[in-house]
């Protein structure tokens, strides 16, 4: 069962600020969190080694990879190559910009396995609307060498 974020335009009246309404949540389940993100997440909305890779046409993880080449865990996407490893763990859900909507906070891994690149950022991630993409609202660096 898909339960997206409700629409924004919904009376907020009916959530407290700081508090997310039931049917606000992105998903119901951290594995369904993790799927809308394989599914969803517009790579483009945060700066990653994926950056020369994206297109109008090709900007979700499920656009690059296909289900059995990524492993999906509760709290926890990871994307092993031979040369490249990433990985997306969930760390917190709440809603940190106050709009009454839930949003989650990830921290992502961009590794490269046979050079140097290693960026770890915390990420946040929301559904503007029902329809939309999941988008990434902010990122901060926590390591990068
Ligand atoms: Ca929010």
């Not at 069962?1 to 009246?13: D, G, H, N, T, V």
Request: aromatic content about 10%.
């Amino acid at each position: 069962m898909k339960r997206y974020f409700s629409l924004l335009l919904l009376p907020l009246a009916m959530s407290v600020q700081g508090q997310i309404s039931s049917d606000s949540h992105l998903a119901n389940s951290t594995t369904e969190l993790m799927v809308q993100i394989y599914k969803h997440f517009d790579l483009s909305t945060i700066d990653t080694s994926f950056g020369p890779s994206i297109t109008d046409d090709k900007k979700y993880l499920s656009d690059f990879y296909a289900r059995d080449e990524i492993s999906i865990h509760p709290n926890r996407l990871t994307i092993e190559e031979e040369d490249w490893f990433y990985s997306f763990d969930l760390k917190a859900r709440g809603d940190f910009n106050n709009d009454g909507i839930e949003d989650i906070k990830i921290e992502m891994t961009d590794q490269a396995l046979k050079g140097i690149y290693l960026t770890i950022c915390e990420i946040v991630l929301t559904k503007l609307d029902e329809a939309s993409d999941v988008v990434s609202i902010s990122s901060s660096t926590l390591y990068k060498r």
